[in-house]
């Protein structure tokens, strides 16, 4: 984003440049702590995993936790607080295909996002609920359809 908008990093990190101020969360099955780095670079949850060349950060809970339910990998899902340490913009998986305006404020970074610490009070989607979102990807995997990646 070309814009000034954005929060301040905190002491000696620069701004943040992207279209949210936060605060921002992500979800996943990583076990992470306050401190660490979540990068691009690792398998996709969606379609036939090719590596991601961007990682995923939101400004609401519920996709966050979307994230963390849908996320490959063992054990429960986590989300996390996190910061960016870079620009980053529209996530156009959602904002393109599916939800015109960004309502669900799901942005993509190529730039590291700092774990600032662990959400530990979210609420998972009901099981039909999830089945029903399982259900709709496994349709688009079968479709071809791949998370944008470019």
Do not use: C
Request: net charge negative; glycine share 14%.
């Amino acid at each position: 984003m070309d814009d000034e908008q954005g929060a301040e990093g905190g002491p000696g990190r620069g701004v943040v440049r992207g279209p949210d101020d936060g605060p921002f969360f992500h979800g996943t099955k990583a076990v992470v702590r306050p401190g660490d780095l979540l990068s691009p670079g690792r398998g996709s949850n969606y379609g036939a995993g090719a590596t991601a060349r961007f990682i995923y950060l939101t400004a609401t809970l519920d996709a966050a936790t979307w994230g963390a339910e849908l996320a490959r990998g063992d054990g429960p899902g986590r989300i996390y607080r996190v910061e960016p340490t870079g620009p980053f913009e529209d996530d156009p998986n959602l904002t393109d295909q599916r939800f015109p305006g960004n309502p669900t404020r799901s942005y993509r970074t190529r730039e590291p996002l700092r774990v600032l610490g662990e959400v530990e009070d979210w609420e998972p989607h009901p099981p039909e609920v999830l089945q029903a979102m399982r259900d709709h990807l496994a349709e688009l995997e079968k479709q071809g359809i791949e998370a944008i990646n470019e």
